[in-house]
């Protein structure tokens, strides 16, 4: 580990003396000492006690400008007065039923407003929707394959735990990417089932549909793959997939769980004007409480009507996560916050963009949305295998370095992206480029010297 680094790490540890002892209680009794595996990182992760607004703070009473905001599923930043307001109001008059109520066509009309979809049925996490999607889609077509994109992320069931982070050799070639288990227990007749394509190479998929003739019901992914810091599709790609499901009488779905409420009003069909057969939501349409969505036209939702399908779910459509989301609907995902969040959006990228450039660090800022990164890298990636490049090092360094000086630019992980949330203002994005512009120098520094070159000089 280099110097730098070091000393990032160990302001760390002097900060956060509560968290480390939180963490060492856990680890007897939870794997990792967490409840996901993503929460957990080295030396320990950071314990949090409370959240406000744009904030939270840890245990330890270290006060935090939060970027992380529950891996993106906080758009409306923490505690938002209207999600609070609704959900105290149904916190008194029961909270769960296992009945129909009237929320839920309100909340479905909302989503089939916005959303290129003619019904839709609820749950409570992404991984729910994703694979009541995928099921709905073999019901459909009649098919049992699906192709997804090596590095794709779409939630823990079987037919998602498939390249998600595939490493050399196993993975293949990259015109040619094998099906790798995303850990143990994922039976082999999964793996057979889901056939691996490369984000951005339409090529590839044409190839899985070549291979697997009438066999294919969808192809899924997110429309900006999101499990690799930002890598956006090339003009062309969302568009070349369309033409291709359809030729071949599949399914397009679009696991729009992080894009659905963050890269605008009408998420990424609005975005990109590209419009898929099926939609997954979740994260930031609950507000901070578990929901999750995924819908279609009446035609494909209609075998779920018939018997054919089944879904079901005691906790789908509690009222207080539906309440939540209500509030989300009309109080927070509204035009105009869209805007805000633009505006503080583009402030943040020009802040970075400026610091980039006068430190001459290698990288770039993608953003889309309230979504951005900065990504080491020398140019702009196209796929997960550009990803594995990442310095992660360096990239530590980047975000301890941020967290000691009270930003959370990103959750943890050099796959994660920043959100911007409603809650966010111009003197948080100040802070925000400031904390970046104390430890950029730095990082340029610690980058040229891993490169084994002299110090660049300053662009400006
Ligand atoms: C694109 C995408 N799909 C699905 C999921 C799974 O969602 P959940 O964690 O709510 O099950 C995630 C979670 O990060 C995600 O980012």
């Given at each position: ?62 006060d ?29 008059t ?17 989503i089939?407003?916005r ?10 996490s ?70 691996i ?12 549909f ?31 997939l369309?033409?291709i ?7 397009l779905i ?66 207080v ?50 979504n ?14 550009d990803?594995?490049?990442i ?5 530590r ?28 203002t ?5 802070k ?9 120098a ?19």
């Amino acid at each position: 580990m280099y110097p730098e680094l070091q000393k990032e790490l160990e302001t760390f540890e002097r900060r956060t003396p509560k968290s480390a002892e939180a963490h060492k209680r856990n680890l007897k009794r939870l794997p990792l000492g967490v409840a996901s595996n993503y929460r957990a990182y080295d030396p320990y992760p950071i314990f949090v006690k409370e959240g406000q607004g744009s904030h939270f703070r840890d245990l330890d009473g270290n006060d935090y400008l939060d970027h992380n905001l529950c891996f993106g599923a906080l758009m409306a930043g923490h505690c938002h007065p209207a999600v609070m307001k609704a959900v105290e109001k149904r916190l008194s008059t029961g909270t769960m039923f296992g009945m129909p109520h009237d929320m839920e066509w309100q909340l479905a009309e909302e989503i089939c407003k916005r959303f290129p979809v003619e019904m839709v049925r609820f749950g409570s996490s992404g991984t729910e929707a994703t694979m009541h999607a995928v099921r709905l889609a073999r019901a459909a077509t009649g098919r049992d394959k699906i192709v997804k994109f090596e590095g794709g992320y779409h939630g823990l069931h079987d037919s998602a735990l498939v390249s998600v982070k595939p490493h050399a050799p196993d993975f293949g070639d990259i015109k040619n990417p094998v099906s790798v288990p995303g850990g143990l227990g994922v039976p082999k007749s999964a793996i057979a089932n889901v056939a691996i394509a490369t984000f951005n190479d339409l090529g590839t998929v044409e190839r899985r549909f070549q291979e697997n003739p009438g066999q294919i019901a969808a192809i899924i992914l997110e429309p900006i793959l999101m499990n690799v810091g930002l890598c956006m599709p090339q003009p062309g790609f969302l568009e070349g997939l369309r033409e291709i499901a359809t030729k071949n009488g599949s399914l397009l779905i679009f696991d729009e769980v992080k894009t659905g409420a963050k890269l605008g009003w009408g998420g990424a069909s609005e975005y990109y004007g590209v419009i898929p057969d099926m939609i997954c939501l979740a994260k930031s349409i609950g507000g901070g409480f578990p929901l999750a969505a995924f819908g279609a036209h009446k035609s494909v939702m209609d075998l779920i009507s018939q018997h054919k399908v089944f879904h079901g779910g005691t906790y789908n459509t509690n009222p207080v996560s539906m309440a939540a989301g209500l509030a989300t609907f009309s109080d927070v995902l509204t035009r105009e916050n869209y805007a805000h969040v633009e505006k503080l959006s583009k402030k943040l990228v020009d802040g970075y963009k400026k610091i980039i450039a006068k430190v001459g660090l290698q990288g770039y800022i993608a953003q889309a949305g309230a979504n951005g990164a900065l990504m080491l890298y020398p140019q702009e990636i196209q796929n997960y295998r550009d990803w594995l490049a990442i310095d992660v090092d360096l990239w530590r360094h980047y975000w301890f370095g941020m967290v000691n000086r009270g930003v959370m630019p990103q959750p943890y992980w050099q796959d994660e992206q920043w959100t911007m949330s409603v809650q966010h203002t111009e003197a948080d994005i100040d802070k925000h480029i400031a904390a970046f512009d104390d430890i950029a120098a730095s990082l340029g520094k610690a980058q040229q010297e891993r490169a084994g070159k002299a110090p660049a000089l300053a662009a400006h």
